[in-house]
């Protein structure tokens, strides 16, 4: 009988060898799971926060095109920059925690899957639909002013009701998830200290 033996029972479990992905048997399985699901809520909370101050910092008529509820390029490319660089802080955190590649990789296919279902979505939707139209700044504070409601507040409570993301940002940002992850986890691996 072939793989007998301690040797042989070494060769038929790769997987689990003390150099393996999932070394350390369920303690090694357990700590790669961990690694995804820190390393994708660590991009998830860093994309919101950065997305809510950077709303904060900018004017509604930077944000959006004058008289539509239509994203501007600055702000379109401003989302796709936020999703990369928070990708790379989850794949570096991904990559730190699970200590070998599993982490990354099951980490990478989640973006792999979430492009491929975005990519399916947007080509089955057609077309963009035509943006509607937009209040000016003045009269989006005034109605936020007459319920009593904070300006910027109002605005993007608006902006939910009526904006609409383009197709290729549905795309656009899980690619970028993907990219960010597997960059940030490339960064964290050449700085583990050697053992």
């Known amino acids: 009988m072939t793989g007998g033996g301690a040797d042989g029972s070494r060769r038929s479990a790769t997987g689990w060898r003390e150099d393996g992905p999932f070394a ?3 303690l090694g399985v357990m700590r790669v799971a961990l690694a995804v699901v820190v390393g994708y809520l660590i991009m998830a909370m860093l994309v919101m926060s950065t997305m809510f101050l950077a709303v904060q910092a900018m004017d509604i008529d930077a944000i959006f095109e004058p008289g539509l509820w239509k994203a501007t390029p600055r702000w379109n490319a401003i989302v796709v920059m936020i999703s990369l660089l928070s990708a790379v802080a989850g794949g570096a955190v991904c990559e730190r925690i699970a200590r070998n590649r599993m982490g990354i990789r099951l980490l990478a296919i989640v973006f792999v899957v979430a492009s491929i279902g975005s990519l399916v979505t947007v080509l089955r939707a057609g077309p963009d ?16 002013t007459a319920e009593g409601q904070s300006p910027k507040l109002y605005a993007m409570v608006q902006a939910g009701k009526h904006a609409r993301e383009p197709g290729w940002l549905k795309v656009a940002n899980p690619t970028c998830g993907f990219a960010g992850a597997v960059l940030g986890a490339l960064l964290a691996r050449r700085q583990r200290p050697l053992a």
């Not at 639909?129 to 936020?144: D, F, G, K």
């Open 129 to 144: 639909p035509a943006a509607e139209p937009r209040p000016t700044a003045q009269a989006l504070t005034e109605a936020a």
């Open 24 to 26: 350390g048997g369920g």
